[in-house]
C-alpha cells in the first residue's frame, strides 16, 4: 500500500512539473515574437493601428514621440493631444493621458 502510494505521488509530481513547462514555453515565446515586431506590424495584428484604438504606452513617448511637429508640415496638435511617429512613417495623433488614436496621417513611404 505504501509503495502505491509513493508511486502515485512521484506521478502526480511528474505530472505538475511537465504541465508547467509546457505552460511557460509559449508566453515567453510570444513575448519574444512581440518585441521583434515593428510598431505598425504589432498595431495591425492586435488591433489598435487604427482611429478609435488605444495606442500601446511603450509607444506614446521616448524616440516615437514628434516634437517639432512644424518641421513634419503638420498642424498643431489639439490640446492634449501629440503626435507620434510610426516606423512605415505615419503620424499619429494620440490622446497623451488615454492614448486613444484620434487620427493616422500616412507618410510618405
Known amino acids: 500500500m505504501k509503495k502505491q502510494l509513493g508511486t502515485w505521488l512521484i506521478c502526480g509530481a511528474l505530472m505538475m512539473s511537465a504541465s508547467a513547462v509546457v505552460a511557460a514555453q509559449p508566453v515567453g515565446q510570444d513575448h519574444q515574437d512581440q518585441s521583434h515586431r515593428s510598431m505598425s506590424e504589432r498595431g495591425h495584428s492586435e488591433g489598435w493601428y487604427k482611429k478609435g484604438g488605444h495606442m500601446p504606452t511603450e509607444y506614446r513617448g521616448?524616440?516615437?514621440?514628434?516634437?517639432?511637429?512644424?518641421?513634419?508640415?503638420l498642424r498643431a496638435p489639439p490640446r492634449g493631444y501629440h503626435y507620434v511617429r510610426s516606423d512605415n512613417g505615419d503620424f499619429i495623433l494620440v490622446?497623451?493621458?488615454?492614448?486613444?488614436i484620434a487620427s493616422i496621417i500616412a507618410g510618405q513611404h
Not at 490622446?95 to 486613444?100: E, H, L, Q, S
Open 95 to 100: 490622446a497623451i493621458t488615454t492614448g486613444v
Open 62 to 73: 521616448g524616440s516615437y514621440a514628434v516634437t517639432d511637429w512644424q518641421s513634419e508640415h
